[in-house]
């Protein structure tokens, strides 16, 4: 009997109970996936239930991605460059093991044909927290040639920009304050990693204004990681002004199909998990 679950703050809009329990279904294993609301400084404590419950891994979400690194007694190589980790295997011997499965996710998302675009281009990023360096860790793989993380806090975000470009030299990267963000021409792709956007959030509120997504070229892509709800404002406004998009969901069943195979050693069907979702969305 499997014994999965998810941690972070806040978690009412999140889909991965339903995809787990469908990845479960899919490859006829028994088991359950809780979801368990854990504020950053309540993470000791947590992190002291799982062990003690017979939870077998976990995911983790916004905002402990970054926080649980400190906590694990080793990280696979893309946990290790991104400084963040979202799933977690609960060893025999109880000690943790972290994995980043967001950077798979996120690439394996993009169809194929536009991958390949990415090579040489600019990207935007909204965000500078644990889905931001897994994201600047997967354009740096598709070869980008500048990444400019759009942020609040400047200072914060630096580490994370000083950390990536240790392993990816050749890629620029440059944090510039979100509120001077007015023209994204020249960029190829524009990612949102923040939660603005997401159900019980800021649902029908868009991370930037209208007038600037309209700059965006019309073979550029905007892609919002946020999944619930599936069209999103920002998604709204890229398909209004005509620009490509990629939506949430793809990426969180990607990942989630990744860690399910880090936990038991099997690969679900991903197109139960997707249908499995939607029809929860659905209701």
């Keep these: 009997m499997y014994k999965f679950g998810l941690i972070g703050y806040p978690l009412s809009h999140s889909m991965s109970k339903v995809i787990q329990e469908a990845a479960l279904k899919s490859v006829g294993l028994e088991g359950s996936y ?21 939870f077998q891994g976990f995911n983790v979400t916004i905002p402990l991605k970054v926080p ?32 980043n499965t967001d950077v ?14 990415i090579d040489g281009e600019k990207v935007a990023v909204l965000g500078n927290g644990g889905a931001a360096r897994a994201i600047g860790v997967g354009l740096s793989l598709l070869k980008a040639s500048k990444i400019d993380f759009y942020v609040r806090n400047i200072v914060n975000a630096s580490e994370m920009a000083d ?6 030299p050749n890629v620029q990267m440059e944090c510039k304050q979100l509120e001077n963000l007015y023209n994204l021409s020249e960029y190829k792709m524009l990612v949102n990693t923040t939660p603005i956007g997401m159900r019980s959030k800021s649902m029908g509120v868009s991370p930037i204004d209208e007038d600037v997504i309209k700059t965006m070229k019309k073979d550029s892509v905007i892609y919002d990681i946020v999944y619930n709800p599936l069209k999103t404002e920002l998604i709204k406004l890229a398909t209004k002004h005509g620009i490509q998009t990629i939506k949430g969901l793809d990426m969180l069943i990607y990942q989630g199909a990744k860690a399910f195979e ?14 499995a979702a939607l029809e929860e969305m659905a209701d």
């Design 262 to 275: 880090i936990w038991t050693g099997k690969k679900p069907d991903v197109l139960k998990m997707k249908i």
């Design 68 to 99: 649980v690194i400190l906590f694990l007694s080793g990280v696979d190589n893309v946990a290790n460059v991104t400084g963040s980790a979202n799933t977690i295997k609960i060893q025999p011997d109880m000690s943790l093991m972290g994995y």
């Design 163 to 168: 950390a990536l470009r240790q392993n990816f």
């Design 104 to 117: 798979y996710g996120f690439v394996e998302a993009i169809p194929e044909n536009f991958r390949k675009e």
């Design 34 to 54: 809780e979801i368990l609301e854990t504020e950053q400084e309540d993470l000791v404590t947590r992190l002291k239930f799982l062990r003690a419950n017979g």
